[in-house]
């Protein structure tokens, strides 16, 4: 399994990325993924999720830091996970990483925990100057 993030780069407060995550390797159409973000000093954090529930429904999640603000959408044609960030921050400078598992779990909120993914890419930097 192999995931590649992209998209990352510098932008104004303000601005919009949206970062890509192209997978291999995986039942992707089953696959559960996420966004993960990491700044320095910091542990790594949540930031959303699109889940697997049956069929062709799929369930988001976002943290609070960016409900409202960005949303993550997939491509089971292409095998990828997008994650669009509008109004970005200076608080949203980090190294983001997109994750995936093919685990089910009982409640959406486990989907938040970086703990319940089994694999990961490696990260796309993204940093907004102020």
């Known amino acids: 399994v192999q995931l590649q993030a ?14 890509s995550c192209a997978t291999s390797g995986l039942t992707f159409s089953r696959a559960s ?8 000093g910091k542990e790594r954090e949540f930031v959303a ?12 999640g976002y943290a609070d ?12 044609a292409k095998n ?3 994650l669009q960030m509008n109004k970005l921050k200076p608080e949203d400078t980090a190294l ?7 685990r089910r779990y ?7 925990d970086a ?8 990260g796309t930097q993204v940093t907004v100057s102020s």
């Open 115 to 122: 703990d319940r993914y089994d694999y990961w890419g490696q």
């Open 6 to 19: 992209s998209g990352g780069g510098l932008v104004q407060a303000g601005g919009s990325l949206r970062l």
């Open 49 to 60: 999720t699109i889940r697997w529930n049956s069929g062709s429904t799929y369930y988001a």
């Open 33 to 40: 993924l996420g966004w993960f973000r990491q700044a320095p």
């Open 80 to 82: 990828t996970v997008y």
């Open 106 to 112: 009982s409640g959406g909120s486990y989907y938040y």
């Open 96 to 102: 983001y990483y997109c994750a995936s598992t093919a």
């Open 65 to 76: 830091s960016v409900e409202g603000r960005s949303t993550i959408s997939r491509d089971n």
